[in-house]
């Protein structure tokens, strides 16, 4: 005679170690996960005040920045800005010198992207380098003209 088993059902260690698989790809998938907020710039400075990963693409003044939200540091939130390309009717020397280039920005929270100009003096890298240049340049040119002018008058005198 035969003897029943009784049926007890326990889990395989194959079906639990893929369980395990399964549940430790989904948890690193939705901590990575980047919202993509496309061109909408409110649905970024919230993504901003809660310091939550995401992306959002920007025309300003015909040129085109690309925003990362990268995550926390200290209290602060770290925000990628690249300049993806620079307004068509801009000179070649000024794409050259723009358009790729990025900066880190550790901006507080509360801050909000759009219309605020002090967002600069958070930031470090390329972008904010080559904007300082480019002031650097026009202010010299300036300087230069006047000087001469300055001169030219004195020496009528």
């Known amino acids: 005679m035969k003897r029943k088993r009784k049926s007890s059902y326990r889990p395989s260690f194959n079906f639990l170690l893929g369980l395990f698989v399964i549940l430790l790809v989904s948890l690193i998938f939705f901590m990575n996960y980047e919202k993509n ?4 710039m409110s649905c970024l400075n919230n993504a901003i005040s809660s310091c939550n990963s995401a992306k959002a693409v920007s025309e300003e003044n015909n040129s085109t920045f690309k925003y ?3 995550g926390k540091s200290n209290d602060l939130c770290r925000v ?7 307004s068509h009717s801009a000179e070649q020397e000024m794409k050259d010198m723009f358009e790729g280039k990025n900066m ?9 992207l ?5 967002v ?7 972008l904010k ?7 650097i340049q026009r202010m010299y040119n300036v300087v230069i003209k006047n000087l001469g002018e300055t001169i030219s008058e004195l020496s009528e005198v």
């Open 129 to 135: 380098e080559s904007m300082y240049e480019l002031i």
């Open 104 to 112: 880190i920005c550790e901006i507080p929270k509360e801050t909000t």
């Open 120 to 126: 600069l003096d958070h930031c470090s890298g390329p």
């Open 80 to 86: 990628e800005i690249t300049l993806i390309k620079v």
């Open 114 to 118: 759009v219309g605020t100009t002090d």
């Open 37 to 40: 907020c496309y061109d909408d």
């Open 68 to 70: 990362r939200v990268l």
